[in-house]
């Protein structure tokens, strides 16, 4: 489990790392960002990584798909 900086919050702070892990190529384009995964992963309701992925998407670095799920985003 993740251990939270009490100071930022949740969403915030799962957005970094999911954000690093995009950068770095540990989710290369077009792999899935399964939010079921992340939920458990980070021990946060759903709510939480839907803030994650809205800002993800916001931020060009996913691209989510009706019935499909949400994908890395090309960085070209």
Do not use: C, H
Not at 23 to 49: N, Q
Not at 50 to 60: F, I, M, N, S
């Amino acid at each position: 489990m993740y251990e939270f900086d009490p100071t930022q919050p949740k969403w915030r702070q799962i957005y970094a790392v999911i954000r690093q892990r995009i950068e770095t190529g540990e989710y290369p384009p077009k792999s899935l960002i399964s939010e079921v995964k992340l939920e458990a992963e980070f021990g946060v309701a759903r709510i939480t990584i839907r803030k994650v992925t809205a800002q993800l998407r916001e931020d060009g670095l996913i691209i989510t798909t009706p019935a499909m799920g949400s994908f890395v985003a090309d960085q070209n």
